[in-house]
T-cell receptor
Framework: AQSVTQLDSQVPVFEEAPVELRCNYS??????LFWYVQYPNQGLQLLLK??????LVKGINGFEAEFNKSQTSFHLRKPSVHISDTAEYFC??????????????????FGQGTILTVHP | DGGITQSPKYLFRKEGQNVTLSCEQN?????MYWYRQDPGQGLRLIYY???????QKGDIAEGYSVSREKKESFPLTVTSAQKNPTAFYLC?????????????FGDGTRLSIL
């Protein structure tokens, strides 16, 4: 089974300060990793994804994340946050899963979310 | 612009009533998904469809039903058997089902009980 743990449910930070949102995962198979952002009463928007290659992944809005296989982590970082970054952030893992017919459907498992609040 | 359209944005259900949430995509994606979001619980998979005329149960399918008669449409029915339907429902799609495919989301439908 695969699982995702986001270590902080809420992260308050002042504008222009750096921020790190922590994500740990567990899986018995190789995984792909994602970070999504959700603004109030909206759907999820893909921030970045790790599929293979360089362990440092850059995404939209100045965010980046580092894949650490030995620590099974995929923490999200931004060097300087803005008020507009206030939102909920979800880490997700895609492991290879088979449906009843034996076909891979790439199940996405989400963490519980981290609410980032940027104060002026 | 291509995207996923969910309607209505807000929906109210009476006791014993079935309600249907609409999800339409014009991304030409093969795979579509329904998730339920509750505060502090992340997203949980209700049903998914890898291709037209096919769908599979996710982790919390009880009390829900779906159909996939057209590639662009994947409606979700919340039946009276779902005893706690109040939640935010999100529809998503991906180019195809499979390992590592990023999913694109609609803006959700918020369902409440009258």
């Amino acid at each position: 089974a695969q699982s995702v743990t986001q270590l902080d449910s809420q992260v308050p930070v002042f504008e222009e300060a750096p921020v790190e949102l922590r994500c740990n995962y567990s899986s018995s198979v190789s995984v792909y990793l994602f970070w999504y952002v959700q603004y109030p009463n909206q759907g999820l928007q893909l921030l970045l994804k790790y599929l293979s290659g360089s362990t440092l992944v850059k995404g939209i809005n100045g965010f980046e994340a580092e894949f650490n296989k030995s620590q099974t982590s995929f923490h999200l970082r931004k060097p300087s946050v803005h008020i507009s970054d206030t939102a909920e952030y979800f880490c997700a893992v895609s492991g290879d899963r088979l449906n009843a017919g034996g076909t891979s459907y790439g199940k996405l498992t989400f963490g519980q979310g981290t609410i980032l609040t940027v104060h002026p | 612009d291509g995207g996923i359209t969910q309607s209505p944005k807000y929906l109210f259900r009476k006791e014993g009533q079935n309600v249907t949430l609409s999800c339409e995509q014009n991304l030409n994606h093969d795979a579509m998904y329904w998730y339920r979001q509750d505060p502090g619980q992340g997203l949980r998979l209700i049903y998914y469809s890898q291709i037209v005329n096919d769908f599979q149960k996710g982790d919390i399918a009880e009390g829900y039903s779906v159909s996939r008669e057209k590639k662009e449409s994947f409606p979700l029915t919340v039946t009276s058997a779902q005893k706690n339907p109040t939640a935010f429902y999100l529809c998503a799609s991906s180019i195809r089902a499979g390992f590592g495919q990023p999913q694109h989301f609609g803006d959700g439908t918020r369902l409440s009980i009258l």
